[in-house]
């Protein structure tokens, strides 16, 4: 927003300016002189607080992106962590599987059909959509 709101103070600068320059331009008449010095009344304003905005973002700008690594070092520490605990955790539970598929006495049917069973038992469960 604060950017927004300079941008918009520069155009209303640079039109501002942008007039007073056109009449400074014009030949030196009552009329244009006058015009000359009421568009450099309506200047100062304008050109103060454009100054005043950028200022503000020049000094507030750093700040914010320096401040950058407060938030994110943690969330993707955080990530990290729960990767490591998940990672883990499957190796784990692969090499436990490994083992078991290892044992000899568990022929591939009798591991099918229980693995069968149990796929039974969770389609029949109400929260499993039908496919």
Known sequence: MAV???EQALQDYRRLQAKVEKYEEKEKTGPVLAKLHQAREELRPVRDDF???NKQLLDEMP???NSRLDYFQPSFESLIRAQVVY???MHKIF???T???DQPGHPDEQRERENEARLSELRALSIVADD
């Open 95 to 97: 090499g436990d599987l």
């Open 4 to 6: 927004k709101r300079r």
């Open 99 to 101: 083992q078991q598929l």
């Open 51 to 53: 100054e005043a905005k």
């Open 87 to 89: 990672y883990s955790e």
């Open 63 to 65: 700040r914010f992106y």
